[in-house]
């Protein structure tokens, strides 16, 4: 390593083990949140000229007017398809144009028809269609409310914090600021330009500097914001990345929760500062509707929740009930953004699935990932050499252990070039990858979006000749500092750009590449190691644009493009696996994501839960946390937790820092590595209902790891559980996080439900808290009664050498005695799947029945899979158990009872896996 | 797919020639199993678990807990098979490979479903082992008779140091008693000191000047003062006054005890340093005592690497740049069959947010002393090879591995 990069580590990475807070902004260091939070409710300056009004059969638009300057502002109202609301809020005449946020979504939301149900002096009412759902406009002041019936569902300004910081010429430096403002002409503000409106010129306005870096801010003031009510809502979720609870927490007695993507070197727990990326959409949820709030806009912002119940007492609660005196609990947000404008999605629910597929028709769904990246991942950073990789692979078939990838960090390069192989250590990478392949499995290598400054090399020189870099305020190609030293960053908002990007990953441009190499986007917010908060200035120049109005897409775009490029490079044939860092409402569709740089701690591990559901809360499924800890060292013990945490979530990885020890599964006796080898082997026996989930997510948006309240959204007990999760519907999931642990506590959910134990098969009832005593060995894992789960128990070294292994299935009865469930099969790694070759049937229990049906009958795939093995669990023995094909054969089926858990195993039925079939208990 | 028998074909190596001899038995069970397998009888797991019909061994369905019951498809999650590799090594493999489209077995029989094209690869592997145990055993060969060469001058060594430590305890005598006679000397010269001191102490205590008891003009100059300050001056003064007048005999004597002190304390760390190398574990027969304050260089693209058996690892810049300690004589750290086949040198120079840096070298037999190579394979952790004949086993016992595995 080069001595400069250490020295600079050392000066520019605190060596205490916790974030450096002084390095990152607090709202009150950031000038125009600042400047914003100072505004306090109170009767907003806006008034909506209905005068103004236009009513198109797709939109409505309205003037607004701040009666303090006089600057009027444009409100378009849409009403979107599935019911949604979307509300635009932009200067009617800025100087220049303001920056609205491309790419993200997946088309221009398709509208329907709005129409005017009343109208007068005060205001509009308008109709959102059926179920008696209404938008009140109000003109003074102006204030939007969600009707449905007579309940309100939101409210936008209630509070009057509505905020644009209208585009104005600097005018501490102009010369006859007044004459130019008259000369502007609009009558309607030249009447009033007498009255005392000048705006102050506060600190920050023009120009900021935050520890040594300053900030020019040419365009001067440009922030936005605008307030919403949730009348009954306690709950609201969302807005990652956060290390805070799933349940958001009121922010009035500290910072709001910032959404600015940055890397922050060991980041503290249980608090709202920012990480490496921003969804900035919110969930809100009571026991009667959920609802959503999408703020499209990529630069800086923040977030305040406040709430009227907050603080409150479990007593005082229930001293206001018997009282009658309860006001509506209610929750007020309030979002801040440096620039751009408004332009917010109102989801409507009603509920949590509705809100999933609202979103998910705004920004897409999760891309569908090759099954071999829902196995398990192995890296480190870093893999020395060659000769280490192949001896880490051997080492996993000598333990017995699966794996499907394993990873090279930053050390594989030529001297942090990326798209390059360090001629020493990893001299002949397609024969490791050919390794690989002969054993039937992958690379992930790292590409970071920083660039070395080094005119010998290739990807460099072509950027910098097309012009392809981000520049500075001067106009030059923007440098800062990274891994390589000097760096310089590609401008991937440019679609040009994109694509010459894409086409570096051709095989014959990537040298040493192969089909079994993917990619692993790091360093992406982006990173900038001498930077303001160790990313861009905000003052870099792209294109028309300020780095401040792009800054949180960045590393959705390097996601973007280097997704695109693996697509490209196999003709549009294989599906891409792209891990990324950094990440922005849309991610979902490149490719999976991780909670970046945590620390091998407990708490860490715990954490892993919420952070990863609120990233599928908001679409982004494909989630994981790096298992053992990135920084510090885990003790066995927290390891192996880990794992069998890891093993139940998205993307299962285990990553370690550079200085840590070495912690392969088999270093820490044989009796822990079992314990890995059997986590990590559940995983793999499960891969067919995790791929299932994935296809389910890719076709709805609804998230696969999910909270409890999402399926049980009427029973408050499971609002705030964030130690337990669900997998799809059926599986639940309490892993162990407490050091030390001799039990857990699992709320089961569910009343008239039933749960079975995955290891024991033993029957509990839903709705209760359930004390689990567990050992080492233990994941508490429940099946909810009522499905039927398939599973490959044939675990083998990875996973396409499970391909055409048999299905066991596990068929759950609930108290009424039916199941159902589903099997989805296809080639594991194409997009022939678009084209219909898949196997996607239904299985059901009823009536003593067991069936698979198909529900795709016009996709074609043939699988060699059979079904081995069914077992219902909760059975009662039967005396004849008849297996009938499609063809009319009959026969009968061997079993195996076991009376004592009521467990019922059919021997061998033998049949396709992609064919019809009943199996009649009788 | 019911019931997989195979003709084996096994080649027993008869001396002269080859002849062959047809075995049946399940697929996947080993020759030392077979009579388990017996087709006419109701098949018993063979932890005795249950009995099932014959027809359900090796029929792509796990019936018995142990997997004994598909010795020869996947359907056991704990099974295992096994392959015959005529020509190299006979092995088992988990039951999980067993047609998962990847070669493992080098008779390709693991294979005989999945379409994988395997090449048998048994004969060529098997003449590659030899060679290579054949090279192995020349070198052993050698290297072992120089292991008991090495042994032999560790045995002579050892006399040589045990000699030495007869001697060097016998002269300890010698020192010692010299030592007690100097000590009488110089106490006896010392006397008239002493007194002299003690005279001075109650003077000064009674607050006497030193005219009282010393010949030294300079001395009575001085007079007692309430100052602290010149309290101590005096005090020193008076010191002085003494040396003057007792220095050259009391000093001669001292002196000549110190020496006397210092070259025994010289032959007690003789005596140390023999114990400890008398008793130091050079392994069973001493045959790595050859090692002892030697060091051996490797040097890499970056680095010179030192190893100084059981004193220390050290790694310095090829280009200038100081040495850094990668860590000290720990133990013998091997298996507990073969503690001699790894060394452990720790607490080295910190790493940064790391642990101490620490050194494991594993040796094995070589005709010759070299450090081979080196690595990092953790943060801070290095791992070399070093080769020695004193690592080297008799030739006899390999041997008969090799003649193992020429067998099936």
Sequence with gaps: ?922 | MCCQYILLLLLLGVSGGVSAVEVQRPRGVPLSKRQFYEEDKPFTCLDGSRNIPFDRVNDDYCDCQDGSDEPGTAACPNGSFHCTNAGFRPGFIPSSRINDGICDCCDTTDEYNSGAACQNTCRELGRKERESLQKMAEIAKEGFLLKQQLIQEAKRGLEDKKAKYADVQLSKNEFEKRVEALRTVKETAEQPEKEAKERHLKAWEGKLGCESISPSTVCTEHYITDSIVSLINIFLARLSCLDATYNSTAQKARDAFDEAERALREVDDQIKNLEKEISFDFGPTAEFAYLYSQCYELTSSEYIYRLCPFNRVSQKPKYGGSETNLGTWGQWAGPEDNPYSIMKYEHGTGCWQGPNRSTTIKLTCGKETVLTSTSEPSRCEYLMEFTSPAVCQEPSSLDSVLHEHEEL
């Design chain 1, 1 to 922: 390593m080069a001595p400069v990069l250490v020295l600079w580590l050392a000066v520019c990475l605190s060596v205490t083990w916790a974030v450096d807070r002084g390095n990152f902004k607090t709202c009150d260091q950031s000038a125009f949140c600042k400047r914003q939070r100072a505004l306090k409710p109170a009767e907003s300056p806006y008034r909506a000229l209905l005068e103004t009004m236009e009513l198109t059969n797709t939109r409505l638009t309205l003037q607004l007017i701040n009666d303090n300057n006089k600057v009027r502002l444009l409100l378009e109202l849409y009403r979107l398809q599935g019911n949604m609301t979307r509300v635009k809020i932009n200067e009617l005449k800025p100087l220049k144009p303001r920056y609205e946020v491309p790419d993200v979504l997946i088309r221009e939301p398709p509208t329907e028809p709005l129409s005017l149900l009343s109208q007068d002096e005060n205001g509009v009412v308008l109709s959102l269609g059926a179920e008696s759902q209404r938008v009140i406009v109000s003109a003074r002041p102006f204030r939007l409310d969600i009707m449905e019936g007579r309940d309100v569902l939101m409210s936008l300004n209630s509070r009057g914090l509505l905020a644009f910081e209208h585009l104005r010429m600097r005018k501490d430096t102009q010369v006859e600021p007044e004459a130019e403002k008259k000369e502007e002409g609009d009558p309607a503000n030249q009447s009033e330009t007498t009255k005392e409106e000048e705006e102050k010129v506060e600190d920050g306005m023009w120009e900021e500097t935050f520890k040594s870096h300053s900030d020019s801010k040419p365009n001067g003031p440009s922030a936005v914001s605008l307030d919403f009510s949730l009348p009954g809502v306690e709950h609201v979720y969302g807005i990652p990345e956060h290390a805070d609870t799933l349940r958001l927490k009121t922010t009035d007695n500290g910072d709001p929760y910032r959404l600015y993507n940055l890397d922050v070197f060991q980041y503290e727990l249980y608090n709202p500062m920012a990480l490496y990326g921003a969804v900035p959409v919110m969930l809100a949820h009571n026991a009667q509707r959920t609802t959503g709030i999408f703020w499209l806009n990529a630069a800086e912002t923040w977030v305040d929740i406040s709430s009227n119940t907050a603080g409150k007492t479990v007593f005082g609660k229930m001293l206001d009930y018997v009282q009658g005196s309860s006001e509506t609990p209610q929750t007020d947000v309030r979002w801040i953004s440096e620039s751009g404008i408004i332009d917010v999605f109102i989801m409507l629910g009603p509920t949590p699935n509705d809100v999933f597929s609202q979103y998910a028709s705004l920004t897409g769904t999760q891309s569908f990932p090759p099954l071999a990246a829902v196995g398990y991942h192995q890296c480190r950073w870093n893999y020395n050499d060659q000769e280490d990789v192949t001896s880490v692979d051997a080492g996993f078939d000598e333990h017995d252990i699966p794996y499907d990838y394993i990873w090279l960090d930053i050390e594989h390069t030529d001297g942090k070039r990326y798209f390059t192989w360090d001629p020493h250590k990893f001299a002949t990478p397609k024969e490791m990858l050919q390794g690989l392949m002969d054993k039937k499995r992958k690379m992930v290598a790292i590409v970071d979006p920083h660039i070395k400054v080094d005119s010998n090399y290739k990807i460099h020189n072509e950027i910098r000749s097309r012009g392809f870099y981000i520049k500075n305020k001067d106009g030059g190609d923007y440098e800062g500092w990274c891994w390589p030293g000097s760096a310089g960053y590609p401008d991937f908002t440019r679609a040009d750009m994109r694509e010459w990007w894409a086409s570096m990953f051709a095989y014959d441009q990537y040298e040493g590449s192969m089909e079994n190499l993917y990619t692993w986007n790091d360093m992406n917010e982006p990173s900038v190691f001498n930077g303001p908060e160790v990313t861009m200035h905000k003052d870099a120049v792209h294109g028309a644009w300020e780095h401040r109005d792009v800054h949180n897409l960045y590393g959705f775009y390097v996601q973007m493009a280097t997704a695109e490029g693996l697509i490209q490079r196999s003709g549009g044939v294989e599906r891409p696996f792209v891990l990324t860092r950094a990440f922005f409402a849309g991610s979902q569709r490149y490719g999976a994501v991780w909670t970046g740089d945590n620390a091998a701690e407990w708490e860490h591990l715990k954490i892993s839960i919420p952070m990863c559901l609120s990233l599928g809360l908001v679409g982004i499924s494909f989630c994981g946390a790096d298992v053992g800890g990135f920084f510090k060292s885990p003790s066995t013990e927290l390891l192996v937790r880990w794992y069998q945490t890891g093993a139940y979530q998205p993307f299962f990885r285990a990553h370690a820092h550079l200085d840590t020890p070495r912690r392969e599964p088999w270093l820490f006796g044989p009796e822990n590595t079992a314990l890995i080898r059997e986590a990590v082997r559940q995983r793999y026996a499960l891969l067919p209902y995790w791929y299932q989930q994935f296809y389910h997510a890719h076709r709805t948006g609804q998230p696969i790891m999910r909270p409890l309240w999402v399926e049980y959204p009427q029973d408050p007990a499971t609002f705030a559980l964030d130690d337990e999760f669900l997998i799809g519907r059926d599986l639940l999931v309490h892993p162990v996080t407490e050091e030390g642990a001799r039990g857990v506590t699992a709320y089961l959910p569910g009343k008239g439900e039933v749960w079975f134990d995955v290891q024991t098969f033993q029957k509990h009832n839903g709705a209760q808290n359930l004390y689990i005593p567990v050992t080492m060995s233990s994941i508490p894992v429940f099946q909810r009664g009522g499905s039927i789960i398939p599973k490959k128990i044939r675990v083998r070294r990875a996973s396409s050498c499970m391909m055409h292994d048999p299905y066991t299935l596990y068929v759950a009865l609930n108290p009424q005695r039916t199941a159902e469930g589903k099997l989805y099969i296809d080639d594991g790694h194409t997009f022939n799947y678009e084209k219909k070759e898949f196997i996607h049937r239904r299985l059901s229990f009823t009536n003593n029945i067991l069936s698979s049906v198909n529900l795709a009958p016009d996709a074609q795939f043939t699988t060699q899979s059979w079904i081995e093995r069914i077992v219902i669990l909760g059975a009662s023995k039967p005396s004849t158990v008849t297996l009938k094909t499609a063809d009319g054969k009959e026969s009968q089926l061997e079993f195996d009872f076991d009376a004592s858990m009521s467990v019922l195993t059919l021997r061998k039925p033998g049949m396709n896996a992609g064919v019809d079939w009943n199996v009649m208990l009788q």
